[in-house]
């Protein structure tokens, strides 16, 4: 069975500084999707960024990238030059794909 | 092209009713998920299906029961509503094969059973 682990209930950055936010994943899968959404208080789940576990690249898009260590099992977001809108929940997810597995989540407040 | 809807976005229930979800997306997208979500708390899964006709039983599958009778459509079922089954609803869809990594979240449905 696949585990997602994130273990900074909440974090705090200032404005337009960087933040990584940390998430450890346990599969036994070779092949896997590792993904990033963000929760802002109106509920909605907006998906963020997406990596493969073959790709060898790290993902980048925009502000936020993808810190894929495969062998640590890790994949932390990194948000260069926080915004105040980035004040929400992050969650961490990965997919084998049958079955889409999420972290508990990062309550992240960007501090002006 | 709407992504993926549900309906509805609201429902207050007495506990022992009963009610129905409804998840429809137009992506074509093989795998379908049904999430809940408590307060502070992260999404659990409570059922999948990986396709037209397939279900399977996710994290916390008591209580509900789900279809997938066509492809684009994913319903979540309560026959008897309980307290505990206050919660926010998420579906949500995946692609396959060279699209793998579209996936889309629903709005949610705020569900209160008092």
């Known amino acids: 069975a696949q585990k997602i682990t994130q273990t900074q209930p909440g974090m705090f950055v200032q404005e337009k500084e960087a933040v990584t936010l940390d998430c450890t994943y346990d599969?036994?899968?070779?092949?896997?999707?590792l993904f990033w959404y963000k929760q802002p208080s109106s509920g909605e789940m907006i998906f963020l960024i997406y990596?493969?576990?073959?790709?060898?690249q790290n993902a980048t898009e925009g502000r936020y990238s993808l810190n894929f260590q495969k062998a640590r099992k890790s994949a932390n977001l990194v948000i260069s030059a926080s915004q105040l809108g980035d004040s929400a929940m992050y969650f961490c997810?990965?997919?084998?794909?049958?079955?889409?597995?999420f972290g508990s989540g990062t309550q992240l407040t960007v501090l002006p | 092209n709407a992504g993926v809807t549900q309906t509805p976005k609201f429902r207050v229930l007495k506990t022992g009713q009963s009610m129905t979800l409804l998840c429809a997306q137009d992506?074509?997208?093989?795998?379908m998920y049904w999430y809940r979500q408590d307060p502070g708390m992260g999404l659990r899964l409570i059922h999948y299906?990986?396709?037209?006709?397939?279900?399977a039983k996710g994290e916390v599958p008591d209580g509900y029961n789900v279809s997938r009778l066509k492809k684009q459509n994913f319903l979540l079922g309560l026959e008897s509503a309980a307290p505990s089954q206050t919660s926010v609803y998420f579906c949500a869809s995946i692609g396959s094969g060279q699209a793998f990594y579209e996936q889309y979240f629903g709005p949610g449905t705020r569900l209160t059973v008092t």
């Open positions: 599969t036994s899968d070779q092949s896997y999707g």
């Open positions: 992506m074509n997208h093989e795998y």
């Open positions: 997810a990965m997919t084998p794909p049958r079955q889409l597995t």
């Open positions: 990596q493969g576990s073959y790709d060898e």
């Open positions: 299906s990986v396709g037209e006709g397939t279900t």
